[in-house]
């Protein structure tokens, strides 16, 4: 994507900058924690095993995405050639797809194994996914001023998002358990 907007220039490779350097770290990362004698060492490791993370705290994988995601899809749904127009909104979608693939297909093998470690990036992802989104939806409906049957839609599917929140958390600090 950025070299359709920035071509192959110096520009590039400066926007790649923290990604380059982000490998690099992520890589350190890897050999401190998988490779060097520690608490953990020799009994974990990464391996590739589809969704057995993910299924292990969801009986419902898709039902889990929809629901976590039900504000954006209806807002992408009913603006669906925006994402692919605007470059904010396709990296906040690409960025949360690839975190998606990530937490479902990498787990960690050993003592850690349901911490759910690669889960992190998909709560990053989707915090900035719907930032993004509300974004959008609120520069959309605040410059014409009108509020359609779609948007109508948008917003309900957005109080619904805070709704569930507010009564996940009652219950929450009300049961004391998270899943």
């Not at 994988?61 to 899809?73: E, Q, R, Y």
Request: glycine content about 6%; charged content about 10%.
């Amino acid at each position: 994507m950025l070299i359709r907007y920035i071509g192959v220039k110096k520009e590039l490779w400066l926007n790649l900058l923290p990604i380059i350097i982000g490998a690099i770290s992520l890589l350190a990362e890897y050999y401190l924690i998988y490779r060097i004698e520690g608490p953990y060492s020799g009994t974990s490791s990464v391996a590739i095993n589809p969704f057995l993370v993910w299924s292990y705290y969801s009986p419902n994988i898709f039902l889990s995405i929809v629901a976590s995601t039900f504000f954006p899809l209806v807002y992408m749904f009913f603006n669906w050639k925006e994402v692919f127009r605007n470059a904010l909104l396709g990296y906040a979608t690409l960025s949360y797809l690839v975190s998606i693939l990530i937490f479902s297909t990498l787990t960690e093998i050993g003592t850690r194994q349901y911490h759910a470690n690669f889960s992190w990036q998909c709560i990053v992802c989707n915090y900035i996914l719907f930032t993004v989104v509300s974004a959008k939806f609120i520069q959309k409906t605040g410059s014409n001023g009108k509020i359609n049957w779609q948007n109508k839609l948008i917003l309900a599917s957005f109080l619904l998002h805070v709704i569930f929140g507010c009564l996940y958390l009652i219950r929450f600090f009300v049961t004391k358990e998270y899943a």
